[in-house]
């Protein structure tokens, strides 16, 4: 039988686990608390080497900042054979290793596995995906990206079925990327649509951050054209539709007025792209990407600028790359 | 001049380099006595840095000094008829490579014929930036094409294989100032072989190793950490250790449903991030001699003066700039500390030239060694301060320190 470790008790984590469950897959589940939603067949454990021994796939749903601990935990009972697949749509902040620059880099998910793990086999999980339609088993398109093609068809096997239809590329870096730059402009569509901004404007923006974003993400090593497919825009997409995505929500709270600290109480959740958006704004203007867009959400949006003062300032933006 | 082969059949090259006592200027460290004992266990794989055509030479002669084994490589069919180094090609176990011919038959031949040298156990050599640098920049790209038929020998045939980085470094550089003006001319675009340079020469040949000779550790070869082919560091038994020092066992990387198998896909992607690691070590293990760190000064010196000017603006001044004597002798200390800073934190390593040195010798040193090898004056010393007379073969010297951040990064070397 095909065999499943996944890690992370959350609503992402448990949705895959149901999902390969769905596929045929025996899935071993690592969280701390007991979960009614989980089909019987699921088993949990809060043993790490139990898990490793389970299956040579283990995929990862955690959040971003516990990463580095876990893998470094995981990587105890882990060898070569190994496959390593994350759904973490976020970067990590780590100090530079470029003797030339001092500050913090950007690191990837699959740069901390590298550094934490012996696993060599990485990939990411992104995409469209809605973690409530996963999760219920209504029609769902991943994508999952790996430089390792066995990685792909593992994917494949283990949580590909008629409801689960996956998108391979073999651009890593440019899905671990997408998936991080969407939750930022995520916030930009939900402020857009609380500031009660038309729809023209709203598709101007996610058209011009989606490209703005490509540039970024192209000098940390991506392919522009991730952004362009589902990873990307096709992500974006999903995310402006769907009210429950909490950065849409933040994003609308603000231009109503609310504090960050105040919508992030009620979400009772930490949104990674609220410390992010800076983050990258920094790394834009190191590579000397233009990046109004990100800009104007890092300092503009969550610094709580007025929106006529937002708009003006998008609007007079220098016009850089293709329309 | 170039030569005639009658000539060379009078002066054997062997003595120019080897009579001019070169050979024995040659300084070797690092991990010489760990790489001893895993040329026992298995095959070593040297993959270098590449500044010069004598690379192979001085490798080779490095290797000796040593006390370790000797290696076949393959060497670009040029050097078969450069009229100086053939008979280093012909006598220290290269092979011919022909990298003009395309197809892939031809590829899989030398493949095979690799392969199955490190499969019997042959260390070899090779050096991954395919070409000599131009730039004279540390290389950031990679192609292990030929280099990765360790990991198809790993998995043919269960026989260890290290790799080895390692830097080749020098005073000065034989072919700098064709090697600086191809880069760029042809900036960033595809190479094209050079036929004929001061390799070729005789003449520049004596020249160099005289100058050579002359100066403490102006030739430096650095073995580095010995690698597995997945780029995990190996200690003297020829046991992995992944980045938490864990131990690993190099087979569980290319097993799949319990057996070992080939996988052409799975394999370049090993081997391309081997190649990663072997860069990161190349940082490492590079010698900063005092030739880099006055250029370095010098060309820092020279943006301070142009500071809108690019690359080419730069190089292509005619006028000479003379820099105040104060300036440079700060501009060098700076340099020295920025660097004595990095190798503190093991991202360098300073040659005892260096290090020894207040900035006053380093200027009189890189211009001594400069000024008599070149063929015209690089740098030089006068009443009202220091003049700086060809950029480009400072840009070239400077280089060698882009990537670490010392010097300026102007062309991406």
Redesign the interface.
């Known amino acids: 039988m095909k065999r499943l470790s996944v890690v992370g008790g959350g609503a992402w984590g448990v949705a895959l686990a149901t999902a390969a469950h769905s596929a045929g897959s025996d899935v071993l589940l690592y969280s701390r608390r007991p979960h009614g939603d989980l089909p019987d067949a699921v088993k949990t454990t809060h043993d790490l080497g139990a898990l490793a021994a389970h299956a040579w796939t283990i995929l990862l749903a955690v959040p971003s900042k516990n990463v580095r601990d876990l893998a ?1 935990e995981l ?2 009972h882990l ?3 190994h496959i390593l697949v994350h759904g973490i749509r976020g970067l990590v902040p780590r100090p530079s290793t ?4 001092e500050g913090e880099e950007l690191a990837t998910i699959a740069h901390v596995l ?5 696993a ?2 990485f990939g990411a999980l992104g995409g469209p995906v809605l973690t409530d339609e996963l999760a219920k088993g209504q029609p769902s398109v991943l994508v999952a990206a790996s ?4 990685v792909l068809e593992s994917v494949k096997s283990l949580l590909g079925g008629t409801n689960v239809r996956i998108y391979t590329t073999d651009d890593l870096t440019g899905l671990e990327w997408a998936s991080a730059l969407v939750s930022i402009l995520a916030i930009a569509m939900g402020f857009a649509r609380g500031a009660g901004v038309g729809a023209g404007l709203v598709s101007a923006f996610a058209i011009r951050g989606v490209h703005e974003s490509a540039r970024i993400a192209h000098a940390a090593g991506a392919q522009e054209r991730t952004f362009l497919g589902l990873g990307g825009f096709g992500d974006l997409l999903a995310a402006m539709s769907q009210d429950a995505r909490p950065e849409v929500r933040l994003g609308e709270a603000l231009a109503k007025g609310a504090s960050i600290e105040s919508v992030l109480a009620e979400l009772g959740q930490r949104i990674e792209a609220v410390e992010l958006a800076p983050r990258v704004k920094e790394f834009a203007e190191r590579h000397k990407v233009a990046a109004p867009i990100v800009s104007t959400i890092a300092d503009g949006i969550l610094g709580r600028k007025s929106v006529p003062e937002l708009l003006q300032r998008l609007m007079t933006a220098p016009i850089s790359g293709y329309a | 001049v170039f030569l005639r082969p009658g000539v060379v059949a009078e002066r054997n090259p062997v003595e120019i380099l080897k009579g001019e006592a070169l050979a024995e200027r040659i300084v070797t460290s690092g991990r010489i006595a760990q790489i001893r004992k895993l040329a026992e266990i298995g095959t070593v794989v040297y993959v270098p840095t590449h500044l010069s055509n004598l690379d192979s030479p001085v490798f080779a002669y490095a290797l000796q000094a040593s006390g370790l084994p000797p290696v076949t490589y393959g060497a670009g069919k040029n050097l078969f008829t450069n009229p100086v180094l053939s008979f280093f090609m012909r006598n220290l176990g290269a092979y011919r490579v022909d990298r003009r011919l395309k197809f892939e038959l031809y590829k899989l031949v030398l493949k095979t014929y690799s392969s199955i040298l490190i499969e019997r156990g042959f260390h070899s050599l090779f050096f991954p930036g395919g070409t000599r640098s131009r730039s004279g920049g540390v290389e950031r790209k990679l192609k292990l094409g030929l280099a990765g038929t360790g990991l198809e020998a790993f998995i043919r045939t269960g026989r260890k294989v290290f790799f080895v980085p390692a830097t080749i470094n020098y005073m000065l550089t034989l072919e700098a100032e064709t090697l600086i003006d191809d880069w760029l001319q042809e900036q960033g675009k595809a190479r094209y072989i050079i036929e004929d340079d001061e390799s070729t020469r005789l003449d520049r040949m004596t020249t160099l190793a005289r100058k050579l000779v002359q100066m403490e550790e102006s030739c430096a070869v650095r073995f580095g950490q010995p690698l597995d082919p997945f780029g995990n560091e190996v200690d003297e038994e020829g046991q992995s250790y992944d980045r938490r020092g864990r131990e690993v066992d190099p087979r569980t990387y290319i097993e799949r449903d319990g057996k070992v198998v080939l996988d052409h896909a799975r394999d370049a992607q090993f081997t391309r991030e081997l190649g990663e690691v072997v860069m990161e070590h190349y940082l490492k293990d590079t010698i900063a001699m005092p030739t880099h760190v006055v250029a370095t000064a010098a060309f820092a010196l020279l943006r301070k003066r142009m500071p809108n000017a690019d690359l080419f603006a730069l190089v292509r001044r005619r006028d000479e700039s003379v820099v105040a004597w104060r300036d440079m002798i700060e501009e060098i200390e700076r340099t020295q500390r920025k660097l004595l800073d990095l190798e503190g934190r093991d991202q360098i390593v300073v040659s005892s030239a260096v290090r020894g040195a207040n900035a006053t010798e380093l200027l009189g040193d890189a211009e001594r060694a400069m000024n008599g090898y070149h063929s015209h004056a690089i740098i030089r010393s006068r009443e009202q301060g220091v003049a700086l007379l060809d950029p480009k073969v400072l840009l070239y010297y400077q280089n060698r320190l882009a990537a670490h951040g010392v010097a300026w990064q102007g062309g991406r070397p």
Do not use: L
């Open positions: 470094r990587g105890d060898d070569g054979r470029d003797p030339s620059w590298r550094e934490e793990t012996p060599r086999k430089h390792y093609p066995e």
